[in-house]
């Protein structure tokens, strides 16, 4: 079965500072992977996928995330963060050859005036 | 298009009672699933379905039932509700392939 790890409960950064929120995942396949993020009292937003070409993916809100195969991780980046960025972000894999998506914890992410 | 809609927002239920959350979409989307989210464990897939007619078992089924008669429509059902099913449910659909999926905006259920 697949699997999602997220290793931080928070990650906080400054207004303005690259934000990194890690993911490693495990499948017995081939991997598609996603991040959704989720404002509070709201449903879970799509913001990048992964599923086959460029190792690097860039998403909505000037996200992008890293494809790393050897290292079993597909870590979402922003250059510069935003306050309005603070949000619990799910980084999620499903395997090529099945329907289901299994999400990871889930990571808040605080970003500092 | 209203997208993703979820009823009713909030409902608290006693221990045995059963109730159905509802869920639809209006975008045509063949592949529709129920997830609930509690703290610190995510998102957890209870049932999912592939089109009208075709459901399967997530990863957390037990106590739950679903059916898929139309495409717009994929209710969960809770025969005999328990404390342990509080929780936020969310209602999902995608095209074919369940690839990026749309979400509703959930349902807040507490069983006392």
Same mark, same amino acid.
């Given at each position: 079965?697949?699997?999602?790890? %997220? ?14 929120? &890690? ?10 992977? #996603? ?6 009292? /709201? $449903?879970?937003? #799509? ?8 190792? *690097? ?16 991780? =597909? ?27 299994? =999400? ?10 | 298009?209203?997208?993703?809609? %979820?009823?009713? &927002? ?8 059963? @109730? ?6 209006? @975008?045509?989307?063949?592949? @529709?699933?129920?997830? /609930?989210?509690?703290?610190?464990? $995510? *998102? ?12 399967? %078992? ?9 059916? /898929?008669?139309?495409?717009?429509? #994929?209710? *969960? ?12 449910? #969310? ?9 990026? %999926? ?5 349902? /807040? *259920?507490?069983?006392?």
């Amino acid at each position: 079965a697949q699997s999602v790890a %997220q290793p931080e409960d928070q990650v906080n950064v400054a207004e303005g500072n690259p934000l990194t929120v &890690k993911c490693t995942y495990s499948v017995s396949g081939n991997p598609y992977l #996603f991040w959704y993020v989720q404002y509070p009292n /709201r $449903g879970l937003q #799509f913001l990048l996928k992964y599923i086959t070409g460029d190792n *690097l993916v860039k998403g909505s809100y000037g996200f992008e995330a890293e494809f790393n195969k050897s290292q079993t991780s =597909f870590h979402l980046k922003k250059p510069s963060a935003l306050v309005s960025d603070s949000a619990l972000y799910f980084c999620a894999v499903r395997d090529g050859g099945n329907n289901r998506l299994a =999400f990871g914890k889930g990571n808040q992410v605080v970003v500092i005036p | 298009n209203a997208g993703v809609t %979820q009823t009713p &927002k909030f409902q608290v239920l006693k221990t045995g009672q059963s @109730m159905t959350l509802q869920c639809a979409q209006d @975008m045509n989307h063949e592949y @529709m699933s129920w997830y /609930r989210q509690d703290p610190g464990m $995510g *998102l957890r897939l209870i049932h999912y379905s592939v089109g009208a007619g075709i459901t399967d %078992q997530g990863e957390v089924p037990n106590g739950y039932n679903v059916s /898929r008669s139309t495409t717009e429509d #994929f209710p *969960l059902r809770l025969l005999s509700a328990a404390p342990s099913q509080t929780s936020v449910y #969310f209602c999902a659909s995608s095209p074919t392939g369940g690839l990026k %999926q749309y979400f509703g905006p959930g349902t /807040r *259920l507490t069983v006392t």
